[in-house]
């Protein structure tokens, strides 16, 4: 498995940022990640100067996964991976983008929703995916079925992912990682709001590693 697709299952948990004040501040955003113990941080290129913010997260903070997110066109992923980004995501499955990130020697996790295109992801030669939206799309009692005809693909569960569902989407063997916003809140990040972040951090690795030595 890729290198950065490990790290990932190591976490176990992608926060997704969609919105910032200014893209400067995403450098306190990922100390303060990185301090709750999860140096993760997808950042999405829907929100105003994501491209930005993905560039400089990369070039000063190295030791943190920094992946974009919501990568919707071939111009957008060569800009990302541009960027310095390591890894690409995407709410569906494009060929094209998943090419250019291989190419590139970076995980690509595109969005899939049914057998179809969990298939068609396989035949990219891909051995992750983000599942999206999860909780439309059948949560985790559709990745449940998809495990029988797909042992071998892992899945990263996107939308409806919070605390008090985490666990359920945890036990099945086929999760790499669930993604999710939940550490942030609702709208843009303040800049007195670093704090709050690395504890809600702090809390999701608390459980994380609770839940990996079986006391969750």
Not at 70 to 89: D, F, K, M, P, S
Not at 101 to 120: C, H, N, R, W
Not at 190 to 195: H, M, R, S, V
Request: proline content about 7%; hydrophobic content about 50%; glycine content about 14%.
């Amino acid at each position: 498995m890729h290198a950065t697709l490990e790290a990932l299952g190591k976490y176990r948990i992608v926060p997704a940022l969609a919105g910032l004040d200014s893209p400067d501040m995403v450098l306190p955003l990922c100390d303060a990640l990185a301090s709750g113990g999860l140096p993760v941080l997808e950042i999405t290129l829907r929100m105003a100067g994501g491209m930005e913010a993905l560039r400089l997260a990369a070039a000063e903070r190295p030791d943190v996964l920094v992946g974009a997110g919501t990568v919707l066109t071939a111009a957008q992923a060569g800009q990302a991976i541009e960027a310095g980004a390591r890894y690409l995501v995407s709410p569906g499955l494009d060929p094209v983008l998943v090419r250019m990130g291989l190419d590139a020697g970076l995980a690509v996790l595109p969005g899939v929703a049914t057998p179809t295109e969990v298939q068609a992801a396989l035949g990219l030669g891909l051995e992750a995916v983000k599942f999206f939206p999860a909780s439309v799309m059948g949560g985790p009692q559709m990745l449940a079925a998809l495990r029988g005809p797909f042992p071998g693909m892992k899945f990263v569960p996107t939308g409806g992912v919070n605390m008090n569902n985490l666990e359920t989407y945890l036990r099945l063997g086929n999760v790499l990682a669930c993604g999710g916003t939940w550490m942030f809140g609702r709208g843009k990040i303040q800049p007195d709001g670093f704090e709050a972040i690395a504890a809600a951090a702090r809390e999701t690795m608390e459980f994380i590693d609770a839940f990996q030595s079986g006391q969750a």
